[in-house]
């Protein structure tokens, strides 16, 4: 599994209401010394028309008119409309991360972990031979071992009680 990108958001918070105010805009207004092709040198302004970046090879420059698009388009105000979503919903991943969804089955409201208690507590095993809870839960939900014996546990049943039909 790929390892996590956390954004550092206070950061990039920072970073944006330091500079300058958007919306920012791309301009084609021949930058290029001696230009006359006024189509061709793209550059990112400001609201207030000072300039971000210009085009060119330089250590600011442009070099290509969809990458000037991009950064005016990645302005102090759509920074910010990020930072504020992207920490609305890590907050809601927070507040759900222990809640149970409730379902509703033939007008009748369940939740989710009401009904993995009740199908853990309820299995029982096909033929006369006992066997462990985590096996029967096993072949109850077609899945593997841990995962058996973790809905055991989470439930408080002993993994290992043998159970028959």
Not at 44 to 73: H, M, R, Y
Not at 97 to 124: H, P, Q, W, Y
Request: with cysteine; charged share 25%.
């Amino acid at each position: 599994m790929p390892e996590e990108t956390r954004i550092d958001l206070e950061s990039l918070e920072q970073k944006a209401r330091a500079a300058s105010p958007g919306p920012w805009v791309v301009h084609a207004d021949g930058m290029e010394f001696g230009s006359s092709d006024r189509s061709t040198n793209p550059g990112v302004d400001t609201a207030d028309g000072q300039v971000v970046c210009w085009w060119g090879t330089g250590l600011c420059g442009i070099p290509q008119n969809p990458d000037a698009e991009f950064i005016a388009s990645a302005n102090p105000e759509a920074v910010l409309a990020m930072v504020e979503e992207i920490r609305t919903l890590r907050q809601q991943l927070e507040e759900q991360k222990n809640t149970s969804r409730t379902i509703t089955l033939s007008g009748c409201e369940f939740t989710e972990d009401d009904l993995l208690r009740t199908a853990v507590r309820m299995v029982k095993g096909t033929t006369r031979m006992k066997q462990p809870r985590w096996v029967l839960m096993k072949d109850a939900f077609c899945c593997g071992s841990g995962v058996a014996h973790a809905l055991c546990r989470r439930y408080g049943f002993d993994p290992d009680e043998d159970l028959r039909k």
